[in-house]
Nanobody, 113 residues
Framework: QVQLVESGGGLVQPGGSLRLSCVAS????????MTWYRQAPGKERELVAA????????NYAGAVKGRFTISRDNAKNTLYLQMSSLKPEDTAVYYC??????WGQGTQVTVSS
């Protein structure tokens, strides 16, 4: 059974940082590309960042480019999203997703003063 568990969300002030984690189990993590999505209230779920199975190629939404970094540790079956210079517009539930379309439960990020 594929399982993805996100953590690391919380409340942070504008300009602050958070590091999200997604721990994977039930499949060969190192063989799959991974993505982070987010969904804010009243908005469509949007792609935030993507990474290839070996971590060598990444892609980012324009709204987060230069501020967020996606990475992975295949030895730990873990995907990360390092978020810096956070803005209120980044407030959303963040989800990790496998390239085979399995989703985690999400973790809430709230950016507010």
């Amino acid at each position: 059974q594929v399982q993805l568990v996100e953590s690391g969300g919380g409340l942070v002030q504008p300009g602050g940082s958070l590091r999200l984690s997604c721990v994977a189990s039930g499949f060969s993590f190192s063989n799959l590309g991974m993505t982070w999505y987010r969904q804010a209230p009243g908005k469509e779920r949007e792609l935030v960042a993507a990474i290839t199975s070996d971590g060598t190629v990444t892609n980012y939404a324009g709204a987060v480019k230069g501020r967020f970094t996606i990475s992975r540790d295949n030895a730990k079956n873990t995907l990360y999203l390092q978020m810096s210079s956070l803005k209120p517009e980044d407030t959303a539930v963040y989800y990790c997703r496998t390239s085979s379309a399995y989703w985690g439960q999400g973790t809430q990020v709230t950016v507010s003063s």
